[in-house]
């Protein structure tokens, strides 16, 4: 029922930001009490979370991440986007949206995006 589908540049040069779009069909991303969330993994590492908005737009970022990572979200297109900065070839991974639930002492992932490659090179 509900899709998620990441959209955006494949290849991002070292220093410029990285820019990628997260188009939700089927559901709401204003809908309690789910979170919108960017994950991403490179080869021989494991799943890193990167950060996630909230349906009422509140903004959380993982630590090592933190200070270059910018989430947004349009609510009118139903989509939410993910900023990375000042990247290098560290950044290079898959990158993928994903939908978690958080309320009370529930919480749980339910859909993903099928991921898209972005490399960081010249």
């Known amino acids: 029922q509900v899709q998620l589908q990441e959209s955006g540049p494949g290849l991002v040069k070292p220093s410029q930001t990285l820019s990628l779009t997260c188009t939700v069909s089927?559901?709401?991303?204003?809908?309690?009490?789910?979170?919108w969330t960017w994950i991403r993994q490179s080869p021989g590492k494991k799943l890193e979370w990167i950060g996630s908005?909230?349906?009422?737009?509140?903004?959380h970022y993982g630590p090592s991440l933190k200070s270059r990572t910018t989430i947004s979200r349009d609510t009118s297109k139903n989509q939410f986007t993910l900023q990375l900065s000042s990247v290098t070839r560290e950044d290079t991974a898959e990158y993928y949206c994903?939908?978690?639930?958080?309320?009370?002492?529930?919480?749980?992932?339910?859909?993903w995006g099928q991921g898209t490659q972005v490399t960081v090179a010249f």
């Open positions: 908005i909230s349906y009422i737009g509140t903004t």
């Open positions: 994903a939908r978690y639930f958080a309320y009370s002492e529930n919480y749980y992932w339910d859909y």
């Open positions: 089927g559901g709401s991303i204003t809908t309690t009490y789910y979170y």
